[in-house]
């Protein structure tokens, strides 16, 4: 996706409301809005200790040059296309919004994640995009929280638009429980455990093995090994996989929803409760709480850096009794599999080296 040429087609220059541009080192780049700026940054979700800093200092110091030449922020003016306005006002009920602009995470999905509000308060959220591929995922994502909502789920969004601009730009929109006081946990607490519960209690069924969502992944992964980087022990791979198939062969399985990106920053809580978000890469029938396995191993990663070996320790340790090794390894497959069809070859950077923890892990968990 190219950014830019989308954010051309609904961001007017030059006039409007004065904003910061800004990117890190991993090539994320944010537009935000310098009034109200304490509420925008509620969409810079940073892992690192000096993103965390930033956030913490850059709504109040921002009208200081050397701060903004520290983090190189440039000054830009700008607004959004009257067609777009409407929409907003029409979908939150309000005369007049705000917004704060995410241009994403650079990978073959990349899309744009507005924050739209009004003074202090959190309206909601949308997505941005004009790929067909990443758009099929917004409405996968409106289904699936449809699915959720009508399982009783409360501590997740409501879709409130998916669909079409005039040219051509897809949307999806939601509702969103955050405000100021909402708080990003970064370990795992009894209320994550409480929700992944609550989440399998409300959409567990019994289905033949080879109707599942994980046999899909799993069947597709065989299909395009020819993807995987090639440093990456195929045999292990294709032997694993076999293992799992002729286990659950001709089984009926009791699988539940899987969220796929189970992570603090996409996640808060607010008032005692935990909420979940960007459900894009959700799935209804996967082996149950696979999500923790993914909490685990991406805190452990990208904000306590851990190596395989400091992982592979805390697997063996007392603290880390609670990992069944055999459903660790359902969700490494899970992950390898999904970011490998995901990225079609395509895998590089930061995709790279998680590959290497991922595959370094599941070589130890099937010695």
Known sequence: MQVNSILERFLIKGAGKHLYRFSNADNKTWLMPAHNMQVAMNLYQPSGRNGKIMKALFPWLHHLLIIRKIIHAESVYCDITDELKRLFCQLFHETEIEFSIFCGTPCIHQKITMQISKGKHILGYCKVTDNKEIALLFRNEANILKELGRKGLKEVPICIFCGEMTDGIKLFVQSTAKTQKSQVIHEWTALHENFLDNLYQSTHQFIPFEQSDYYRILTNLQLH?????????????????????????????????????????????????????????????????LDRYHFFTQTAYFEKHWTISQIIEYINSEQGKWIDQKMYSLYLLEVIARFTVREKGNINGKMAESFQIWIALLEYLQK
């Open 225 to 289: 090994t020819e993807w995987l980087p090639q440093e990456v022990n195929g045999t292990l791979l294709t032997s694993t996989i076999n293992q799992i198939l002729l286990h659950y062969q001709g089984q009926e399985v009791d699988f539940s929803a899987y969220h796929a990106d189970f992570t603090p920053w996409n996640m808060f809580m607010e008032g005692r409760k935990l909420f979940v978000f960007d459900w894009e890469y959700a799935q209804l029938t996967y082996p149950p709480k």
